[in-house]
Every structure is written in C-alpha cells, then in structure tokens.
C-alpha cells in the first residue's frame, strides 16, 4: 500500500519566491497533519485537518503561511513570501479512525526547503 | 502549552551496547509514544503505552509508562548499526487524542 506521498522532497528557493509543498494521504485517513522539523524547535505542528476541514491552525507560524484540503486525498501548505527563517523540513501526516485512539500517524518522507 | 523534554540529546555508542533514555513531562499524559526517525525519513511508531506502570517490548526494544505519568523511558538491547537515528516521545494535547506533542529527540550514533 502506498504511504503518505509528499512532493517535492526538496526545493531551494529565493528569498521572496512563493512556496507550494503538497501532500496525498493514506487512503481511507480522515485525518492530516503538518508538521515543521527544525534544529532548533524540533518538530512543531503547523495545522491539521479532519475530514477535509481545518481543526487548528494555532501553530501556523503567521500570515505568510496558509494550507488548504480540497478534497480527502491532497493537501497543501503555502508559503508566500518565503524568507530564510522558514528553512525546515515539512512533514505531512495522517491518521485513519483507527489510529485516532492510538496515536499512530503515518508520516511522508518529508519535504526539505531552503530559502536563500 | 505541553512541553515534553528528553534526554540525553545526543548517544554515541558501540554496537552490542544497551541504550536507554527518558522523556519527561511538565504535565500528566494519559498515553505516551515512541516514535523512530531514520536519517532523511519520516517518523515511525515504534511502541505505545496507554496505562501507567505499563512495561511494552517490541523486540529489542522496551518502553515504560511512568507511574506519574508525567514521563516513560524507552530501552534498546543489543543496538545494531540499524538503530541509528532520532528517537521521539510523543504524547496526545488534552482533549484531542490524535494531535500529538513530541519531544526534544534524543540522536543515537552506534559504531562499529
């Protein structure tokens, strides 16, 4: 079965430059996760998301980041304008009804952005 | 906000050694995690406690639940080269079972 798939596994960016980074979850999990990995503050979640609708965006660091989930199999995280500081590898997640006792997210392998 | 902090940070050790390593936290958890972060992947769970007190093995690895419950400890016997990686605790924010808090990490290095 086909985990969680993230695209792209790395971007390097300007900069100012606007930033898409995608993610198709587990089919069948209600429920989506983005998580940000840095050194310094470890990983952080940004957003999630149950059935399609945001749940708590509380970690999104400020205005300039936005996600958005169409649909049950594709999501997205923007970042416009992109600066240095957002430097971090993005995580996506899910989790099905099963896990959602359990605790037991299935992470993507992760997209690494360096903004210049 | 919950704040969950491990330690040791960094491990390096010789393969055949016993690891261990802790997570504490400033408030009760009703469940704690163990995830495994293998370089340039995503975490994995590795082992989940539900119950205070509670001892789980998942091969060579064995994790506790804290009788407080503010902390778990998590051991590895034998450590292979493959043991390498980034080792989490994670446990659910108040109120909402899948929104996880993870760690600080603790890094294991294992030689040859």
């Known amino acids: 079965d086909a985990g969680v798939i993230q695209s792209p596994r790395h971007e390097v960016t300007e900069m100012g430059q606007e930033v898409t980074l995608r993610c198709k979850p587990i089919?069948?999990?209600?429920?989506l996760f983005w998580y940000r990995q840095t050194m310094m503050r470890g990983l952080e979640l940004l957003i999630y998301?149950?059935?399609?609708?945001?749940?708590?965006d509380s970690g999104m660091p400020e205005d300039r980041f936005s996600a958005k989930m169409p649909n049950a199999s594709f999501s997205t995280l923007k970042i416009q304008p992109s600066e240095p500081r957002d430097s971090a590898v993005y995580f996506c997640?899910?989790?099905?009804?099963?896990?959602?006792?359990?605790?037991?997210?299935?992470f993507g392998e992760g997209s690494r952005l360096t903004v210049l | 906000g919950q704040q969950l902090n491990q330690s040791p940070q960094s491990m390096f050790i010789q393969e055949g050694e016993d690891v261990s390593m802790n997570c504490t936290s400033s408030?009760?958890?009703?469940?704690w995690l163990w995830y495994k972060q293998d370089p340039g992947e995503g975490p994995v769970l590795l082992i989940a406690?539900?119950?205070?007190?509670e001892l789980t093995s998942n091969g060579r690895l064995t994790a506790q639940f804290g009788i407080t419950r503010k902390d778990s400890f998590l051991n590895i016997s034998a450590s292979i080269p493959s043991d390498v990686g980034i080792y989490f605790c994670?446990?659910?924010?108040?109120?909402?079972?899948?929104?996880?808090?993870f760690g600080t990490g603790t890094r294991l290095q294992v030689t040859l």
């Open positions: 406690l539900y119950k205070a007190g």
């Open positions: 994670a446990g659910p924010n108040t109120g909402t079972a899948s929104k996880l808090t």
């Open positions: 089919s069948g999990h209600n429920s």
């Open positions: 408030s009760i958890f009703n469940t």
């Open positions: 997640a899910s989790i099905g009804p099963a896990g959602e006792n359990t605790g037991e997210l299935f």
């Open positions: 998301f149950n059935n399609n609708v945001p749940i708590d």
